[in-house]
């Protein structure tokens, strides 16, 4: 994604904004809402214009005074590498900062599961113990995100990583053998949250006979970035580590594909903790779920995330689906009902694309099952 700067003192920044997101941009009460509603750090100045993408879209371009930037000298830049329960942990740039965060602000995002997440741009101020020793800190404002990795969690909205600009969805030849339907989800989180997923099969090593690569073609023919490797043989490493170079990447798939694996092959000196979460997740709680932003060596930055064995989707607009399976797109406009939702109407173009082998029917079954089941 682009970062736009807009001329004169103005600045355009993308924000995500939290409820009310489908409502129609031409409600005339809309710039008041979210006015009201908090877009943090820039709600309560008066010269922003906002300008709606588009309906069905969750972010939103903003056009902030720059000039307004809190000038407070006593708080500090960072950005979230860890979340460990309600403590943030900030790096900003010379040392991590267990940091609480401000009340109104996790009221204000009392619909999400936290009020900050890892890969946040925060301000925070430090504050002294009673024998005047700095040790930590109380995050102030999060700064606008672009690029999230979002899912349901219980009735709320869960931010797996905010500013990050690819997902790398890893999967694995076998053990646990691949889901597409997981995959799809991904790809769908991914361009809701206008990220750039790349799919990534782990373990080809376990499976000579390369079974994988049909699966792979159906995601390398839409146009999406594949690659293959294993951590164990060091095949397809190089490839991976010039993918996540020089950008933000969140690791993303099930526990078990190997994520942990692949970022010490891919950064040797990582060594973080491999197969240690299988056990907890097989009781049927993910809560636990923590994610750690890593600075790679060679550039750029990863958010590890432990598994996520099923995507919940509820949290987008239904009507969005179709436009995230992207062999959908240039045929929406063929379907009858102009609100076609491509399940059971007459005259639907991707039921027909379906039936003249234009569209793969694992894919259709993949978009009614979403469709019809977000909240998997
Ligand atoms: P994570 O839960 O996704 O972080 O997965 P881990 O990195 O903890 O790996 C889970 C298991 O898969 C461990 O026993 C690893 O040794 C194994 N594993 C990871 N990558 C590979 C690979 O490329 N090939 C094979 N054969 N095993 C792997
Ligand atoms: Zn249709």
Partial sequence: ?????????????????????????????????????????????????????????????????????????????????????????????????????????????????????????????????????????????????????????????????????????????DQPPPKPHLIDRYIVAAHHGEITPLICMNKVDLDPSHAFASLLAVYAELGYATLCCSAITGEGIDELRTALASRSSVLAGQSGVGKSSLLNALQPGLQLAIGTIIEELGKGRHTTTTAQLIKLDFGGYVVDTPGIRSLDLSGVPRGEFEKHFVEFVDRLAGCKFPDCTHTHETGCAIKTAVRSGAIRPERYESYVRMFTDPGI
Avoid: Y
């Avoid at 009310?20 to 509603?37: C, E, G, L, M, V």
């Avoid at 672009?146 to 990583?161: E, N, P, Q």
């Fill in 1 to 173: 994604m682009a970062s736009p700067r807009g001329g004169g003192r103005g600045k355009k920044v993308r924000i995500a904004l939290r409820r009310n997101r489908s409502a129609p941009a031409r409600d005339k009460h809309w710039t008041r809402r979210i006015r009201q509603q908090g877009v943090d750090s820039i709600e309560s100045r008066q010269d922003e214009r906002i300008t709606p993408k588009g309906d069905l879209s969750r972010m939103r371009t903003v056009i902030v005074d720059e000039t307004a930037r809190p000038t407070d000298a006593r708080l500090r830049d960072g950005r979230v590498v860890a979340m460990r329960g309600l403590i943030a942990d900030v790096d900003d740039g010379e040392r991590t900062w267990p940091c609480t965060i401000r009340r109104m602000l996790r009221t204000r995002r009392i619909g999400e599961r936290q009020a900050v997440t890892v890969g946040d741009r925060v301000q925070f101020s430090v504050v002294a113990d009673a024998d005047g020793v700095q040790r930590e800190g109380v995050v102030e404002t999060v700064g606008p995100r672009r690029g999230v990795l979002t899912r349901t969690s219980g009735k709320r909205l869960h931010t797996i990583a905010a500013n990050v600009d690819m997902a790398v969805v890893v999967v694995a030849a």
